[in-house]
């Protein structure tokens, strides 16, 4: 595809409800990046992954937070019992390598009531 | 780990004049520098960057950005806006041997005729 998508772009659940979000980066793009970006706020680094290995999850707030990509392609966040301050837009980001742009998709606004 | 403020959180200003938008960082490790812009319901797009080299930057869509060491400074400037420029804007930070982008909070640019 021409650039990062991500779906569904907007996701409302009840609190307590598992959610799983879906990033398909740039073709090729072997980084893979998720933000979280509260209201008012600017990004804030979750997890890393190099092809298929998650390399890096420090950013993720809680075990409740849980990312994959299986095949080194797709890859899915995955949220359990989620809770309101879990509300807030999941930004996907890919790069050709690690230390190359980061290429941002329009994100999934999420919202816990 | 590095750190970013962004000075402004809304910046009104009338088309065709000048904007300034401020960026401070802090970081014990050499870095790189990002502005990013954000459109409404859409994904963060790179505007320009600070990696090595001269400190004037310069960006897509008439944009450039000043990286000054001693004051840990990147503004970002543009002489004469237009409407379409009304956006969110992000500086970001990362170490030169990192990749996880740190960001600010964002400034909200809005052009009025």
């Known amino acids: 595809g021409a650039g990062v998508s991500q779906s569904p772009r907007y996701k409302v659940a009840k609190r307590g409800q598992d959610v799983a979000l879906r990033c398909d980066p740039i073709s090729g793009h072997v980084s893979l990046f998720w933000y979280q970006q509260a209201l008012g706020q600017g990004p804030e680094f979750l997890t890393y992954?190099?092809?298929?290995?998650?390399?890096?999850k420090s950013g993720l707030p809680s075990d409740r937070f849980f990312a994959e990509r299986p095949e080194g392609s797709v890859s899915t966040l995955k949220i359990q019992r989620t809770q309101q301050e879990d509300s807030a837009v999941y930004l996907c980001?890919?790069?050709?390598?690690?230390?190359?742009?980061?290429?941002f998709g329009p994100g999934t606004r999420l919202t816990v009531t | 780990a590095q750190s970013v403020t962004q000075l402004d959180s809304q910046v009104p200003v009338f088309e065709e004049a000048p904007v300034e938008l401020r960026c401070n960082y802090s970081?014990?490790?050499?870095?790189?520098l990002f502005w990013y812009v954000q459109y409404p319901n859409q994904g963060l797009q790179l505007l320009l960057k600070y990696l090595s080299g001269s400190t004037l930057v310069k960006g897509i869509n008439g944009f450039e950005a000043e990286f000054n060491k001693s004051q840990t400074s990147f503004h970002l400037r543009k002489p004469s806006v237009h409407i379409s420029d009304t956006a969110e804007y992000f500086c970001a930070v990362r170490g030169s041997n990192d990749y996880k982008l740190s960001f600010g909070a964002g400034t909200t640019v809005t052009v009025r005729a």
């Open positions: 970081s014990s490790v050499s870095v790189y």
């Open positions: 992954f190099q092809n298929e290995a998650q390399l890096d």
């Open positions: 980001a890919s790069s050709l390598g690690l230390e190359d742009e980061q290429y």
